[in-house]
């Protein structure tokens, strides 16, 4: 008797259990379908933004490929049809986690821009180097993966979000986009 | 109507979720840099709140008591994903700063705690209003933390620079360990208010009482 109380209170949790998720299951999937599409439309959006920030204007054209980490995405730029040049999303870490940033190449292979997508560095000590245009602009003009000394320096107190930033660009530099220095049979 | 004043007053100062009852630290300390950040924040963890509050009310007679703690967590988790794929789609600025602190609500003990302790034995209507009333007491003491920090660490309030661009803030406010100090501080100050009151509130009582006695005496003259 005992026995059979056990199977039935057994398998009340277990129905009840299922119920539930399966309720906080429907829900969730008719969120995500209210909002997928919003989301991916935010997404780009953010892109195009960091786009816009370095090349002025034009759409981009994702250049499919296998990239290696901290490179995720490769974008070609094209104005009216011309590519102007290349932009390359690359997520380095930093010190409060991956710090997201566009950098722009130029067709002849140079730095053009970075611009900032999102990050988690620590306020008043990361934010000088992420959120200082002035800084990011020492990278303007590179063609060689860069290390400190070439008159690149880490910001103080900031070394571990100067260093995601140099790596992020040297990754960029190191795919070989633009037609001076092809490494890579990717670019257009 | 009396009923739900004093529920509202006991969630939002008698038991206030950050001050009195010190749950959710974690994301408090975090969270409360600006104060556009803490309303953000805030109005999350009140919907959710709300939502989880209600739905663990009418089913808290057939959740068994043996897995009502993962059946709960299940309901937050998933309030928690529709809030924050909601904020991503309509508030994507919002979802940048506050990050990974919207899916970490599943994990903050305010909503667990009011699952446990309230909506599990209550009605629907009055487990609602507990959701909506704690909701806002979280917020409140967010938003008095995060106008802090802003002002002293930022020189702003509410974005807004009141200061020009050459104000250095105190970086240690910006940082969660400042946070902490700040956040002792508070809950010293609101605790001494609220005994205070209590103080004063038994002497009034004390006198009344006193002058009833007499006005009686009076009377029985």
Redesign the interface.
């Known amino acids: 008797m005992s026995n059979e109380n056990n199977m039935k209170?057994s398998i009340?949790?277990v129905v009840?259990?299922c119920l539930?998720?399966a309720l906080?299951?429907a829900?969730?999937a008719f969120?995500?379908l209210?909002?997928k599409d919003?989301?991916a439309e935010?997404n780009q959006?953010?892109m195009d933004e960091a786009v816009a920030v370095i090349f002025g204007e034009g759409t981009t054209e994702e250049i499919a490929g296998d990239y290696q980490a901290p490179v995720s995405k490769v974008f070609d730029v094209k104005v009216a049809g011309h590519s102007v040049g290349y932009c390359v999303l690359v997520n380095p870490k930093g010190y409060g986690g991956a710090v997201e940033m566009m950098v722009g190449i130029t067709p002849e292979g140079a730095v053009r821009g970075i611009s900032i997508v999102?990050h988690?560095e620590?306020?008043?000590?990361g934010t000088k180097v992420v959120e200082n245009t002035s800084y990011l602009a020492n990278y303007f003009g590179k063609t060689q993966p860069v290390s400190y000394g070439d008159g690149i320096e880490a910001v103080s107190g900031a070394t571990r979000s100067s260093n995601a930033v140099r790596d992020g660009v040297n990754a960029a530099l190191a795919l070989g986009l633009g037609k001076k220095v092809p490494v890579t049979d990717q670019e257009g | 109507m009396k009923k739900i004043l004093n529920q509202f007053l006991d969630a939002v100062i008698g038991q206030n979720p950050i001050l009195i009852q010190l749950l959710g630290m974690c994301s408090v300390l975090a969270i409360s840099?600006t104060a556009m950040n803490a309303i953000g924040m805030g109005a999350a963890v009140t919907v959710v709140l709300i939502f989880s509050n209600v739905l663990i009310s009418m089913?808290r007679k057939?959740?068994?008591n043996?897995?009502r703690i993962?059946?709960f967590i299940?309901?937050i988790?998933?309030?928690v994903?529709?809030v924050q794929?909601?904020i991503?789609?309509?508030l994507?600025s919002l979802d940048?700063s506050l990050?990974?602190f919207i899916p970490l609500i599943v994990v903050n003990c305010i909503i667990l705690a009011r699952a446990e302790a309230f909506a599990s034995k209550n009605r629907v209507l009055p487990s609602a209003l507990d959701g909506l009333f704690m909701g806002v007491g979280y917020t409140a003491a967010l938003l008095i933390l995060s106008i802090v920090r802003e002002f002293v660490?930022?020189g702003s309030f509410f974005g807004m620079k009141l200061f020009g661009n050459k104000f250095v803030?105190v970086?240690m406010l910006?940082?969660p360990p400042g946070a902490f100090i700040l956040l002792g501080i508070l809950i010293a100050v609101v605790n001494f208010i609220i005994i205070k009151n209590k103080e004063k509130k038994k002497s009034k009582e004390k006198e009344a009482k006193l002058s009833a006695e007499k006005e009686k005496e009076v009377c029985e003259q």
């Open positions: 209170k009340r949790i009840t259990l539930i998720t906080v299951g829900l969730l969120v995500n209210v909002t919003r989301i935010q959006k953010a999102s988690s620590t306020p008043n000590l | 840099t089913l057939l959740i068994p043996e897995i993962a059946a299940v309901i988790s998933g309030f994903t529709a794929l909601i991503k789609a309509y994507p940048k990050g990974v660490g930022y803030g970086g910006v940082s």
